[in-house]
């Protein structure tokens, strides 16, 4: 009996020794795994010379691990710490869709009323049977494009959120039927702050402090930046190797505004995994929180398929991991915030630098807290062979951006050895493995999923990818998109060089009139080559908001110069009808050529606002 006892003993005690030799073990891989992760980030940071950032990662209950890297500010050499306060830009977008869930769960509104009951005071032009609601502004189906860019470059030092609404408001024109096609626009946030100032008679920023934070423990988060706020504020940068710093900039979409701390902004996103509760303190219900994880109003929920947004959270697969959140940018700034609820992992990145590539981070902590999973190919599923075909983007989220994506190049699902291929000019075709009959999916090099859904939806056929809305057309009319803009070119470029040369040719034949010809066709075409200057620096410099938003030498000569290649293809085309008959029959042809596209391109760009457009409005 003693032998047994003794044995027994001697037994739980190598088990103690070896459960508390194991669990030392763990503690010091985890601990080392974490320095890789610390020193994987801070060598991005440095490759990237990013001056200042915050990393923190959490799960439901707490937060596990943190880490502050860099400068607030370069010329003072101020360390990023705790306290320290970052711009989350459009996250804010996130706490605004929870302040709209509240007023739908006491009543005080449905997320199905409809905004212009809300803002009777405030003109929508809606050509459309159906009316924007609540949640078409919460989940980008309203109809309605972006900002313009004037108002992303605008500023207002500390003015409160109704002095800006005053100065950007402007009549919004619905540019498609809402509750069908999500598109991107800062409209929704900017309506929706002033509808909760006429429902509760309480500011935005009040609001959100009142009902969200301060039930949170957030106490230090701020719509301003002030002398009494600066020490621990992160100031914005741009640039490679040379950083300039960013001067402080109040935004006029003020909702968007927000400056807070990594730390302090957890406790929100815990909020969130945690189904609306925080430390016993209910700030929304769990099927609130369910909802804003859904979407209701695309045309993919509406036949019961999975889309990549809800009520201001955005949902991606990585490696196969569903992530629910946001990211955020603004000049100087990127942020993001995403959890996963199979692992009960979350995380927060704030970085204080213009070019900075925040999803580079966003992976390492991805593959860090979760596995890799396989989507697998349902080989006994048959795609449906309607889908096959051209599709065209159907949406543009700027009136400026309709310029450039009614030329981007068309999609072509096609199928090739019982194997369906997306294929897209200048790209590698992609196999998509097959999901359903309507669903096609493929993981990127860098381990995003991305997913191709088709439904039918009034005779016509759509496809969805990510954000992008793609609508069926015909072979002919995918390859005119394509094949009229490069005619365009070659004829523009061909008549740069060839006109003056065969206009200096002439000796005896030139006279006036065909003088006018000449020179009214070489203005016109020299005017839009400097129209495409001004507009495509900007773009290719990534300095869009800043010299097209703003009164600059770009944005005012992208406008004139537009005005004047109108004028000047119009003068040559009246001048060519009227005395074209004394032209040589070759040099008759070429001017002929360069008035077709004059009539092509002043088309298609007063179709696409390009024509005398004054962006800095």
């Known amino acids: 009996m003693r032998y047994v006892i003794r044995h027994k003993n001697e037994m739980r005690r190598k088990w103690y020794i070896f459960y508390f030799l194991t669990t030392i073990c763990s503690i010091c891989y985890?601990?080392?795994?974490?320095?890789?992760?610390?020193?994987?980030?801070?060598?991005?940071?440095?490759?990237?010379?990013?001056?200042?950032?915050?990393?923190?990662?959490?799960?439901?209950?707490?937060?596990?691990?943190?880490?502050?890297?860099?400068?607030?500010?370069?010329?003072?050499?101020?360390?990023?710490?705790?306290?320290?306060k970052f711009r989350i830009a459009s996250i804010t977008k996130t706490i605004m869709n929870v302040a709209v869930m509240q007023l739908n769960e006491t009543n005080q509104w449905s997320i199905h009323d409809q905004i212009q009951d809300i803002l009777p005071q405030y003109e929508i032009k809606n050509p459309y049977i159906k009316q924007i609601e609540l949640i078409h502004l919460l989940e980008h189906t309203s109809g309605l494009r972006d900002l313009s860019l004037g108002t992303f470059a605008g500023s207002c030092q500390n003015c409160s959120f109704q002095e800006a609404f005053k100065k950007i408001y402007?009549?919004?024109?619905?540019?498609?039927?809402?509750?069908?096609?999500?598109?991107?626009?800062?409209?929704?946030?900017?309506?929706?702050?002033?509808?909760?100032?006429?429902?509760?008679?309480?500011?935005?920023?009040?609001?959100?402090?009142?009902?969200?934070?301060?039930?949170?423990g957030i106490t230090n988060a701020s719509y301003f930046q002030n002398s009494d706020n600066q020490d621990d504020f992160a100031f914005g940068y741009k640039g490679s190797s040379q950083l300039v710093k960013l001067p402080y900039k109040h935004m006029l979409d003020i909702p968007g505004s927000l400056n807070i701390s990594a730390i302090e902004l957890s406790y929100f996103l815990r909020m969130l995994m945690n189904k609306g509760n925080l430390n016993g303190n209910e700030i929304l219900s769990q099927e609130s929180i369910e909802s804003m994880e859904k979407t209701e109003?695309?045309?993919?929920?509406?036949?019961?398929?999975?889309?990549?947004?809800?009520?201001?959270?955005?949902?991606?697969?990585?490696?196969?991991?569903?992530?629910?959140g946001h990211w955020g940018d603004f000049a100087g700034y990127h942020s993001s915030m995403y959890y996963n609820r199979e692992n009960d992992i979350g995380y927060i990145i704030l970085l204080n630098k213009d070019e900075a590539n925040v999803y580079g981070i966003e992976k390492l902590i991805r593959n860090h807290f979760t596995q890799e999973r396989d989507i697998t190919s349902l080989d006994e599923i048959t795609f449906d062979q309607k889908y096959l075909g051209y599709y065209n983007i159907k949406t543009s989220r700027f009136n400026l951006a309709r310029f450039r994506d009614n030329l981007f190049p068309f999609i072509k699902i096609s199928k090739e050895n019982n194997i369906i291929q997306a294929k897209t000019i200048g790209q590698d075709e992609i196999e998509l493995n097959v999901q359903s009959d309507n669903i096609g999916h493929y993981r990127t090099k860098s381990g995003y999923d991305r997913f191709y859904s088709f439904v039918t939806h009034k005779n016509k056929k759509h496809l969805k990818i990510g954000r992008d809305n793609y609508v069926q057309t015909s072979f002919i009319s995918a390859w005119l998109r394509v094949l009229i803009p490069v005619f365009v070119a070659l004829v523009f470029l061909f008549g740069l060089f060839t006109i003056p040369i065969s206009y200096l040719k002439l000796s005896k034949e030139r006279t006036i009139k065909i003088n006018a010809i000449y020179l009214s066709t070489w203005l016109a075409i020299i005017s839009f080559c400097v129209m495409m200057f001004f507009l495509l620096k900007p773009v290719i410099q990534n300095q869009v908001v800043e010299l097209l938003g703003n009164k600059t030498l770009w944005s005012e000569g992208?406008?004139?110069?537009?005005?004047?290649?109108?004028?000047?293809?119009?003068?040559?085309?009246?001048?060519?009808?009227?005395?074209?008959?004394?032209?040589?029959?070759?040099?008759?042809?070429?001017?002929?050529?360069?008035?077709?596209?004059?009539?092509?391109?002043?088309?298609?760009?007063?179709?696409?606002?390009?024509?005398?457009?004054?962006?800095?409005?």
């Open 30 to 84: 985890g601990q080392h795994n974490l320095t890789d992760l610390n020193n994987e980030i801070d060598s991005i940071l440095i490759k990237q010379n990013v001056p200042g950032c915050q990393v923190i990662v959490v799960n439901s209950d707490s937060i596990i691990w943190s880490k502050n890297y860099g400068l607030t500010e370069i010329e003072t050499k101020r360390k990023v710490i705790d306290e320290t």
């Open 170 to 216: 402007k009549p919004i024109q619905v540019s498609w039927a809402p509750g069908e096609f999500m598109s991107y626009s800062n409209w929704g946030i900017v309506l929706m702050a002033q509808a909760i100032y006429q429902k509760t008679g309480i500011s935005y920023e009040e609001y959100i402090k009142d009902e969200v934070f301060l039930p949170l």
């Open 297 to 324: 109003t695309t045309l993919l929920s509406k036949y019961s398929l999975e889309d990549a947004h809800g009520k201001g959270i955005f949902k991606n697969r990585y490696n196969g991991n569903l992530w629910l």
């Open 558 to 617: 992208k406008y004139f110069s537009s005005i004047l290649f109108s004028v000047f293809s119009l003068t040559s085309i009246l001048l060519m009808f009227k005395n074209g008959k004394d032209l040589g029959r070759t040099i008759k042809l070429l001017i002929l050529l360069c008035i077709v596209s004059f009539l092509i391109v002043n088309t298609y760009l007063i179709m696409n606002n390009m024509i005398g457009i004054k962006t800095w409005q």
